[in-house]
């Protein structure tokens, strides 16, 4: 399974946007890049899933270069309420055939007025 | 969309008891997941749930101190064993509900506490 590095934490303010970068190098073939949302006290809530170039959805957009090395996640103008744990995932999904998440460290992300 | 419901929600536990933690879900799901969250840690997967065999376990985790149970298509149960204050932890549960690359849903987690 693909290791994943992200920033630890960033800080950001209402109405901006707000990249977070995953580095993934030795991405697989069949693997995918998800990225979930957690909440204190909640479980994990899925925000978006990627295999290259760019993916969006009314939360967010995935930005997959051609290499597939990295990714980063787009949060346009983000607010308070987007204030969570977001984390990077690699791996094939299929979960029938032995796929599984594994989560890495997570960033922090810090909205503030 | 699968809405995951756990019970129970927290529970404070002497230490050397067993708890079994529920995990229903609103429908038929294949592949049910149960993971670990120390506070202010990520996420470890502890095993996949199996409907009707032998849940499979990751590595450090093994069957006598957490005993999984998957009976049918909507329901899982995981207890832990002989608990320590290191089982002090944030238990969830997590499913997906077809055998592509489907999303994966979470339970709002079980807050245990062992003394």
């Known amino acids: 399974l693909a290791k994943t590095t992200q920033p630890i934490s960033m800080d950001s303010y209402e109405g901006q946007e707000v990249n977070i970068t995953c580095s993934h190098n030795n991405i697989a073939t069949n693997d995918y890049i998800t990225w979930y949302q957690q909440f204190p006290s909640q479980g994990p809530r899925f925000i978006i899933q990627g295999y290259k170039t760019k993916v969006t959805n009314e939360v967010a957009s995935l930005f997959i270069p051609a290499d597939r090395k990295s990714s980063t996640l787009s949060l346009p103008r983000v607010s308070l309420s987007d204030t969570a744990v977001y984390y990077c995932l690699v791996g094939s999904m299929i979960y029938n055939q032995g796929g599984k998440l594994i989560f890495g460290q997570g960033t922090e992300l810090s909205v503030k007025p | 969309s699968a809405v995951i419901s756990q019970k129970p929600s927290r529970d404070i536990c002497q230490r050397g008891t067993s708890l079994t933690i529920q995990c229903q879900v609103d429908?038929?799901?294949?592949?049910m997941f149960w993971y670990r969250q120390q506070p202010g840690q990520s996420l470890t997967l502890i095993a996949t749930a199996n409907q009707g065999s032998e849940a499979t376990y990751e590595s450090g985790f093994v069957i006598d101190k957490f005993p999984i149970s998957r009976p049918n298509l909507t329901f899982s149960t995981l207890t832990v064993s002989n608990m320590s204050p290191e089982d002090s932890s944030i238990y969830l549960c997590s499913a997906t509900q077809g055998g592509g690359r489907e999303t994966q849903y979470f339970g709002p987690g079980t807050r245990l506490l062992v003394l």
């Open positions: 429908s038929q799901v294949t592949m």
